[in-house]
């Protein structure tokens, strides 16, 4: 079974920028359409970018077209996502997901088998 590592995170003051990945222990990350979610405290998880393999399709969230960029590194097992101007509103957990079926319209949290444990990524002056 895939476990999902994640890793970055952390402070970034309003208007910066933020890099978190997630890499794929136990199979290759060519295997799934890799997702990005994320949680506010006292909100239900939210979609964030997707991205499919083969054919690397990507999609966003209404709110993050233009600012995320999700990418993958298949060479190192490793999704990448991207954060440019960054708001207080974009404070969450940041979750990585792992599905075995493809599609970029997957993009509820009910579709994706895998899960990381989260990362925290907080914007803040």
């Known amino acids: 079974q895939v476990q999902l590592v994640e890793s970055g995170g952390g402070l970034v003051q309003p208007g910066g920028s933020l890099n978190v990945s997630c890499t794929t222990v136990?199979?290759?990350?060519?295997?799934?359409?890799m997702a990005w979610f994320r949680q506010a405290p006292g909100k239900e998880r939210e979609f964030v970018a997707v991205s499919t393999w083969p054919g690397g399709s990507t999609g966003y969230a209404d709110s993050m077209k233009g600012r995320f960029t999700i990418s993958r590194d298949n060479d190192k097992n490793t999704v990448y996502l991207r954060m440019n101007f960054l708001r207080p509103e974009d404070t969450a957990v940041y979750y990585c997901?792992?599905?075995?079926?493809?599609?970029?319209?997957?993009?509820?949290?009910?579709?994706?088998?895998?899960w990381g444990r989260g990362t925290q990524v907080t914007v803040s002056s």
């Open positions: 136990g199979d290759y990350v060519t295997s799934y359409t």
């Open positions: 997901a792992a599905s075995s079926r493809w599609g970029t319209s997957r993009r509820t949290p009910s579709e994706y088998k895998f």
